[in-house]
């Protein structure tokens, strides 16, 4: 049953068209006939035979504050706003007499949580098209053809780094997992520290290169010559022929 649909007594017809129908037909006719799930069929007549009574019992426990349109549009906000807290929620005028324990607890029957945000740098659209292209184009490659390539980075140690942790509501799938409104996005330039520069190639780790102030074209060249020619030297000492050097933001270079 559709979790957003609301949730009704049986009505004195439906008891009636049940009690006479089990004498004939299966529940699970019943059911289609009437349009009800089969477990409530079943859970009805064992009821009944147990009472001895068809009349419902007296509720017990309070009324829920939250009606099933009010439901419907906790999710709508909770979909399209991710990143707001629940403390927001909770002083939401729709939602103002509802306790944020409330909240969690309607959402989570909907399948819908507070999930650490996806850390991912910041890319653009050009920048997206690019890698994708990239990946569509070295789809077809064997475990051998990537064995063949150097693969190379710097990393940047920043004095700024945000440690803050963002939360967004969510559902437990992929798709909405890395959907850019749920993703914590890293800015790649900031107050330095540390650079540093490594590379490793299939199971095989290169050298660690550690870069003080800026990275020009003169320092990257002798890092070059000084960690990545001896690491090459090492791979073709193994058999490795044909390597491929992916740089660091730049096309394949072969060796």
Not at 138 to 147: G, I, N, P, S, Y
Not at 169 to 195: A, H, I, S
Not at 225 to 236: D, G, M, R, S, Y
């Amino acid at each position: 049953m559709d979790p957003l649909h609301e949730w009704h007594e049986l009505t004195e017809f439906q008891k009636g068209e049940i009690i006479e129908g089990a004498k004939f037909s299966s529940h699970t006719k019943i059911a289609c006939d009437l349009k009800i799930p089969q477990r409530t069929i079943s859970n009805f007549l064992s009821c009944a035979t147990q009472r001895k009574s068809v009349n419902n019992l007296p509720h017990v426990g309070a009324p829920r504050k939250l009606s099933q349109s009010d439901i419907r549009c906790l999710v709508h906000t909770a979909e399209s706003e991710t990143q707001v807290p629940f403390a927001e929620l909770s002083i939401n005028t729709t939602f103002g007499n509802v306790s944020t324990r409330t909240l969690r607890r309607r959402l989570k029957e909907e399948g819908i949580r507070k999930w650490r945000a996806v850390g991912r740098c910041l890319l653009t659209q050009k920048d997206t098209k690019a890698r994708y292209k990239w990946a569509r184009t070295h789809r077809h490659w064997t475990k051998e053809d990537w064995a063949k390539i150097i693969w190379s980075d710097k990393c940047i140690i920043k004095q700024d780094s945000d440690l803050h942790q963002l939360w967004v509501f969510r559902c437990q799938n992929k798709r909405e997992k890395y959907d850019p409104k749920n993703v914590q996005t890293k800015l790649k330039y900031g107050g330095v520290k540390q650079m540093v520069w490594a590379c490793f190639s299939n199971n095989k780790l290169g050298p660690i290169a550690f870069i003080n102030g800026a990275c020009n074209s003169h320092v990257y060249i002798s890092i070059l010559e000084t960690k990545l020619v001896p690491f090459i030297q090492a791979l073709q000492g193994d058999g490795i022929t044909n390597i491929i050097f992916q740089q660091d933001n730049a096309c394949n270079e072969c060796i």
